[in-house]
């Protein structure tokens, strides 16, 4: 009579732990485009900043936090891995876009 409650408990804490890994996961397409060909933040609905900034050289590996892992895709148009400066480590010249609600929202999460 125990394994259906073990059963039960393995699936409740199964379930628990999904609810809680994905609520903070963005799962839909991150942007969307408009009629007039602007494109925005699925999650803020904001229309995207386009920028120039830096990436990374290859051969170079930056480990983030498990805080970071955990918001980053609930803000999935932060892009805050490129540089606004030139860098030793980010020196590959790129444009690119970005949601400054995305980046707030991201910062805010990150220092609490
Ligand atoms: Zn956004």
């Known amino acids: 009579m ?5 059963l039960l408990g393995i699936l409740a804490f199964t ?8 609520q903070h996961i963005f799962k839909g397409k991150p942007t969307y485009t408009d009629s ?7 999650v803020h609905s904001r229309k995207l900043i386009s920028a120039r900034g830096y990436s ?3 051969g170079v590996c930056i480990l983030p936090t498990e805080k970071y892992l955990k918001w980053a895709s ?3 148009n932060h892009n805050t891995e490129i540089a606004n400066e030139k860098s030793e480590l980010y020196d590959i010249p790129i444009k690119f876009r970005y949601c400054e ?12």
């Not at 609600?101 to 609490?112: G, N, S, V, W």
Request: glycine share 2%.
């Open 2 to 6: 125990k394994a259906p409650h073990l």
């Open 56 to 58: 990374q050289s290859s």
């Open 101 to 112: 609600a995305c980046r707030q929202d991201l910062a805010e999460k990150l220092a609490h």
């Open 36 to 42: 007039n060909g602007e494109t925005y933040c699925s």
């Open 74 to 76: 609930a803000f999935p």
């Open 15 to 22: 379930f628990l732990c999904c609810s809680c890994a994905s």
